[in-house]
């Protein structure tokens, strides 16, 4: 069964601090990784990692990926309160089809930055 | 609001009556899935539809549960009887149909409607 392991499960910061995020993974026929934001509602998606060692950026938001380590990073730079919200990691598996497929999550990691 | 679309935001059903929530894609998206997350737990995959067809039910109850995506309207997931265990909230997602990355030619992100929070009384 695959499976999705996120650390730590909850963190504090304080605005202005750098913080990172882990996701270790193991999955039969790896396809992708891909990180969430989740606030109150929906998961917002951030990134899609399939290649080893390529950082995807997004403003102060950045991730990378070690297929052979089996496991992701995301990086906050400068953290906002608006940061504050569940980080979560998935996996894809993949598909003969060439389509989407099923994600396996982790549990994510709750994020609290106080000003 | 271009975005998924679920309906109702909330509900609460008394146990044993059905349960019924619906997901709209967004506009050119054909492949829809169905994710519970309990309290204190990531999200579990439950089902994955296309038009008219059920592509993956693996993480479906064998009891009491369906889904089904016609070929007009939203997608139905449908809980019969429910039980106090059944409270959770549902999200679903949807991609679009065979596109594929111009980078990497992987297929595209699913994204995320804002979920129904089921309640059972």
């Known amino acids: 069964e695959d499976k999705v392991v996120q650390s730590p499960l909850s963190l504090v910061v304080h605005e202005g601090d750098t913080v990172t995020l882990n996701c270790s993974y193991e999955?039969?026929?790896?396809?992708?990784l891909l990180w969430y934001k989740q606030e109150k509602k929906a998961p917002t998606f951030l990134f899609m990692l399939t290649s080893s060692g390529i950082e995807k950026k997004s403003g102060r938001l950045s991730s990378i990926l070690d297929k052979k380590e089996l496991f992701s990073i995301l990086n906050i730079t400068a953290t906002q309160t608006g940061d504050s919200a569940v980080y979560l990691c998935?996996?894809?598996?993949?598909?003969?089809?060439?389509?989407?497929?099923?994600?396996?999550f982790g549990k994510g990691t709750l994020l609290t930055v106080n000003p | 609001n271009a975005g998924v679309m679920q309906n109702p935001r909330h509900l609460v059903r008394r146990r044993g009556q059905e349960a019924r929530l619906r997901c709209s894609p967004m506009?050119?998206?054909?492949?829809v899935y169905w994710y519970r997350q309990l309290p204190e737990e990531g999200l579990k995959f439950m089902v994955y539809l296309q038009k008219e067809n059920i592509i993956d039910e693996s993480g479906m109850p064998k009891e009491r549960f369906s889904a089904e995506f016609p070929k007009e309207g939203p997608s139905i997931l449908r809980i019969q009887q429910v039980v106090r265990g059944d409270s959770a909230a549902y999200f679903c997602?949807?991609?679009?149909?065979?596109?594929?990355?111009?980078?990497?030619?992987?297929?595209?992100?699913?994204?995320f409607g804002d979920g129904t929070r089921l309640s059972i009384l």
């Open positions: 999955v039969t026929n790896f396809r992708s």
């Open positions: 998935a996996v894809e598996r993949a598909y003969s089809g060439g389509s989407n497929y099923k994600l396996t």
């Open positions: 997602a949807s991609s679009p149909r065979g596109v594929r990355d111009r980078g990497t030619g992987y297929g595209q992100p699913q994204h």
């Open positions: 506009k050119g998206h054909s492949h």
